[in-house]
């Protein structure tokens, strides 16, 4: 074993290219000479301190001999204790291959964050996370990610094997279908912010499809940080099932140091580049990478308090917004009061219209899980979309029109609608065409949530509130308007609120109906 010290590693030249600053420490290399003399492995070990300050990554270049059969690597940093309301030191994890670490390059061979203390790479098999296939001649990189840094520095130790021999088969993947059986023009449940041991999740795909299905869901879709490694993994659980078939989407969830974004039901295999902040104005490149490759650009829970988790890019580029994640909270109120006054300035705009097929007139709304491990429960919430059929581009198509409302499990069901005098009609999503003056009738349906409250929403605010529904958590609310009085219509329901101010916490909402011509 061979040992360098990169200490102070981070004070060395800084190397900005156009993205997240990013710093490349000195190279560490093995001879070449090993793979003829048949060595079994090899193995160098670098250590460093990063100051706070460093930039977002730090890379460091291996060079990779001829004749690797697998590359693992392992690492530790230290965490000293530090003062209340301090951030600690916290270090990501991951590599690029000979390909290099452009941005948006070919190079991405993994990514595990800080979910895991090693991994490796062989031509057959990988660590979650990463991408099996052979380990080639060249300079490879181990990109370190500083989350936060200590004030007394972050002091790391990183130790990269490399194996010699034949490289083995790579397996071509196989990934799940576009299309599940499902019942026509309906109603389809499901959840598209989950996460696996592919990335920080505790789950397997097979677990997480399980659950799935237990929870009513027709369709989820895969979204690991910063990695599709899980792509290649699903396939075993689409198809045929006593339960009925689940469709799974493929997707990421690209977390970034200003906000995360659900890439939703990309082509198989699609790496969406993670590695800029909103200042570096990189956002709308990636975001039209993931509509290139067939996906729905969602930024995730927007108001979310952990760091790097609120969303500073602006919703320019947004298919659709998270506004509902996982158990209700703060951050969801806050979520959803932002998403209504972005419905507010869409009608003040002229753009308040889901059948102009402009596609992004107005931004819908839809909430998810974002499950990691037990004890998160799969489908609370769950998106309930109207579809054509159970398929990649129907379901896409329902959420990016907003026909789609969201309830917090399968118990839940909705029906929300508004007619107008000569029998016009439309629903969630949709524009009731009359006159300024015509009466609106607006009708909602709901079961499955009892003792809760149903509000109705306009762009003046909450205009009509029912009386507490019964103990069967059924029945009906029906409320009269005109177009003038209400440029949209939305629906919520809500369990009893506690002692205070605030309203309690959702049960389902849904997205508008507009109103008017």
Same mark, same amino acid.
């Given at each position: 074993? %061979?040992?360098?010290?990169?200490?102070?590693?981070?004070?060395?030249? @800084?190397?900005?290219?156009?993205?997240?600053?990013?710093?490349?420490?000195?190279?560490?290399?093995?001879? +070449?000479?090993?793979?003829?003399?048949?060595?079994?492995?090899?193995?160098?070990?670098?250590?460093?301190?990063?100051?706070?300050?460093?930039?977002?990554?730090?890379?460091?270049?291996?060079?990779?001999?001829? $004749?690797?059969?697998?590359?693992?690597?392992?690492?530790?940093?230290?965490?000293?204790?530090?003062? =209340? $309301?301090?951030?600690?030191?916290?270090?990501?994890?991951?590599?690029?291959?000979?390909?290099?670490?452009?941005?948006?390059?070919?190079?991405?061979?993994?990514?595990?964050?800080?979910?895991?203390?090693?991994?490796?790479?062989?031509?057959?098999?990988?660590?979650?996370?990463?991408?099996?296939?052979?380990?080639?001649?060249?300079?490879?990189?181990?990109?370190?990610?500083?989350?936060?840094?200590?004030?007394?520095?972050?002091?790391?130790?990183?130790?990269?094997?490399? &194996?010699?021999?034949?490289?083995?088969?790579?397996?071509?993947?196989?990934?799940?279908?576009?299309?599940?059986?499902?019942?026509?023009?309906?109603?389809?449940?499901?959840? %598209?912010?989950?996460?696996?041991?592919?990335?920080?999740?505790?789950?397997?795909?097979?677990? !997480?499809?399980?659950?799935?299905?237990?929870?009513?869901?027709?369709?989820?879709?895969?979204?690991?940080?910063? &990695?599709?490694?899980?792509?290649? #993994?699903?396939?075993?659980?689409?198809?045929?099932?006593?339960?009925?078939?689940?469709? !799974? @989407?493929?997707?990421?969830?690209?977390?970034?140091?200003?906000?995360?974004?659900?890439?939703?039901?990309?082509?198989? $295999?699609?790496?969406?580049?993670?590695?800029?902040?909103?200042?570096?104005?990189?956002?709308?490149?990636?975001?039209?990478?993931?509509?290139?490759?067939?996906? @729905?650009?969602?930024?995730? #829970?927007?108001?979310?308090? %952990?760091?790097?988790?609120?969303?500073?890019? $602006?919703?320019?580029?947004?298919? /659709?917004?998270?506004?509902?994640?996982?158990?209700?909270?703060?951050?969801?109120?806050?979520?959803?009061?932002?998403?209504?006054?972005?419905?507010?300035?869409?009608?003040?705009?002229? *753009?308040?219209?889901?059948?102009?097929?402009?596609?992004?007139?107005? !931004?819908? =709304?839809?909430?998810?899980?974002? /499950?990691?491990?037990?004890?998160?429960?799969?489908?609370?919430?769950? &998106?309930?979309?109207?579809?054509?059929?159970?398929?990649?581009?129907?379901?896409?198509?329902?959420?990016?029109?907003?026909?789609?409302?969201?309830?917090?499990?399968?118990?839940?069901?909705?029906?929300? +609608?508004?007619?107008?005098?000569?029998?016009?009609?439309?629903?969630?999503?949709?524009?009731?065409?009359?006159?300024?003056?015509?009466?609106?009738?607006? *009708?909602?349906?709901?079961?499955?949530?009892?003792? %809760?409250?149903?509000?109705?929403?306009?762009?003046?605010?909450?205009? #009509?509130?029912?009386?507490?529904?019964?103990?069967?958590?059924?029945?009906?609310?029906?409320?009269? &308007?005109? =177009?003038?009085?209400?440029?949209?219509?939305?629906?919520?329901?809500?369990?009893?609120?506690?002692?205070?101010?605030?309203?309690?916490?959702?049960?389902?909402?849904?997205?508008?109906?507009?109103?008017?011509?």
């Amino acid at each position: 074993m %061979c040992e360098d010290d990169h200490h102070g590693v981070g004070r060395r030249a @800084l190397f900005v290219t156009g993205a997240a600053a990013a710093l490349t420490s000195g190279s560490v290399s093995f001879p +070449s000479e090993a793979a003829d003399a048949a060595q079994a492995s090899e193995t160098r070990t670098v250590r460093g301190t990063l100051p706070t300050g460093s930039p977002d990554f730090v890379y460091l270049p291996v060079e990779v001999p001829s $004749g690797v059969r697998e590359i693992r690597v392992a690492y530790t940093y230290e965490r000293p204790p530090v003062p =209340a $309301g301090t951030a600690g030191n916290a270090l990501d994890i991951g590599v690029f291959d000979q390909h290099g670490t452009e941005l948006g390059g070919r190079g991405f061979r993994g990514w595990s964050g800080g979910a895991r203390t090693e991994f490796f790479i062989r031509a057959d098999d990988a660590t979650p996370g990463y991408l099996p296939g052979p380990v080639r001649e060249g300079t490879w990189h181990i990109a370190l990610g500083p989350y936060t840094v200590a004030p007394q520095g972050l002091a790391y130790e990183v130790t990269i094997t490399l &194996t010699y021999g034949e490289p083995g088969e790579t397996l071509k993947p196989v990934y799940p279908p576009s299309r599940a059986r499902g019942r026509g023009r309906a109603w389809y449940r499901g959840d %598209c912010h989950l996460h696996s041991w592919y990335s920080d999740g505790r789950r397997t795909p097979a677990e !997480i499809a399980a659950l799935a299905r237990a929870a009513g869901l027709d369709f989820i879709n895969s979204s690991d940080h910063n &990695t599709h490694s899980a792509h290649a #993994h699903w396939a075993d659980q689409a198809g045929p099932h006593p339960d009925g078939e689940l469709l !799974i @989407l493929l997707g990421e969830e690209v977390t970034t140091r200003n906000g995360h974004v659900v890439a939703l039901g990309t082509d198989p $295999g699609t790496f969406v580049d993670w590695r800029y902040r909103a200042r570096d104005n990189r956002f709308g490149k990636y975001a039209r990478r993931i509509r290139r490759a067939g996906g @729905l650009v969602v930024p995730a #829970h927007p108001h979310a308090t %952990c760091v790097g988790c609120n969303w500073k890019f $602006g919703f320019g580029e947004a298919d /659709a917004v998270e506004v509902w994640n996982g158990a209700y909270g703060p951050d969801d109120e806050v979520s959803l009061a932002d998403w209504d006054g972005m419905l507010v300035a869409s009608v003040r705009e002229g *753009r308040g219209d889901a059948e102009s097929g402009r596609g992004r007139d107005w !931004i819908p =709304a839809m909430g998810n899980s974002d /499950a990691h491990r037990d004890p998160d429960p799969v489908g609370t919430p769950q &998106t309930v979309v109207l579809a054509d059929e159970l398929s990649r581009e129907a379901i896409q198509e329902g959420i990016r029109a907003g026909r789609s409302y969201v309830a917090e499990s399968k118990a839940v069901s909705l029906s929300f +609608s508004a007619t107008g005098p000569k029998g016009e009609h439309a629903d969630i999503g949709g524009r009731l065409r009359v006159d300024r003056d015509d009466p609106v009738t607006v *009708r909602l349906e709901v079961s499955g949530t009892p003792r %809760c409250t149903v509000r109705l929403v306009t762009d003046q605010g909450v205009l #009509h509130t029912s009386a507490v529904l019964p103990v069967a958590g059924s029945g009906t609310v029906e409320w009269r &308007t005109t =177009a003038q009085y209400a440029a949209y219509v939305r629906a919520e329901v809500r369990h009893e609120a506690a002692a205070g101010p605030l309203p309690g916490a959702l049960a389902a909402f849904t997205n508008p109906v507009f109103l008017g011509r």
